[in-house]
């Protein structure tokens, strides 16, 4: 009789986990190949869907940890998470923009009495005391440079604004996407913990132990990026407002909203500021003490960012040095436009997560196996060329 098709006695046989454990990787790989199909041919209603993501991964740890707090249910966290949020997003819409918006504008016309300015009084008392003739300033170029760059920044609402105002369909639609933001916001937040199981019910045995360190560490990142950036930008934007607005520097308000919105990106926030802030202290006349307060600000701010800000908001979980930061905005404002500027930093510190861990997985490769040393196989290759 043919031995083939038999298990001898004592033998092990198949393994059914492991046949079970292939046919649950390959239906996972259809499931995503699927999944990003739909996703392709859905991607113009996703916007709602997507922003509502982001809301429920940006005020989970807020909403969980106001649960543990009051000890009440996950539903009553999420009501009361989502009332503050909408009761600050209408202050801001109501309050601050307006009077920020009125300040860029101010700040816009100002810049070519800035420019004339510094030709007629700053750049001759910098040629007597260097002896090198400056460039002069052409104010219409800074203007269409500073218009070019707000416009691309506002292209997407502009767009948006455009197409919803094209016709009534787009009309009806755009007001669906204000309404289904909050409201899909609202029970993604409340039914994340039941969203995270599910996705990890769904992932083959296999690619667990992988796919959670990876998306453990990636969250990490994240974290760090969305949700202390964002605070310390918050807060140095307060803080350079309220204290340039205080201290009596024309559009004070404006030059801090964006010192603090730039300050994403290492040292050009606090450049930013002390220039626009110097050059406004200096045009109006302000005196000499005026502007010493200024850089004094600015100094503070540098240090509380330094010493309590990032440390605190941040960390270093981040792991990205400052020049990779810069490199990453850079290269994302050279091939996205503004859009790459923002999703810059995100999908930087994601790629490095997955650096790390392929640069482990090759490490690993690359070690000698437990009684292989390379040199211990040299010698005796030697020795054994060497013999009689």
Known sequence: MSAEGTTLPGSPGPSPGRGNASAATVAALLGLLVVAGALYLL?????????????????????????????TSRTVATLVIFLLVMLLLA?????LIPLVAAQLERLFLFLPEVMAWFDRQARPWLEARFGDDLPALDPGALQDLVARHWQEAGGLAGGALHWIGSSTTALVMGVLNLVLIPVVSFYLLRDWPRLIDGLHDLLPLAWRPSVETFARESDEVLGAF??????????????????????GVELGLAIGVIAGVVSFIPYVGVIVGITLASAAVLFA????ILLLVVWAIFAVAQILESVWLTPWLVGDRTGLHPVAV??????GGQLFGFVGVLLALPVTAVLAVAVRHALAHYRALNQPRPGHDGADEDQREHDAGAGP
Do not use: E, K
């Open 226 to 247: 969305l949700r202390g950036q964002l605070l310390v930008m918050s807060a140095l934007g307060l803080f350079y407002a309220i204290t340039l607005s205080l201290a």
């Open 43 to 71: 991607a113009p209603i996703l916007m709602p869907f997507l922003v509502a993501l982001l809301v429920g991964y940006l005020f989970n740890p807020l909403v969980t940890r106001l649960g543990l707090r009051l000890q």
């Open 285 to 288: 006349g302000d005196g000499w």
């Open 91 to 95: 202050t801001i819409v109501l309050v």
């Open 326 to 331: 810069i490199f990453a905005v850079l290269a």
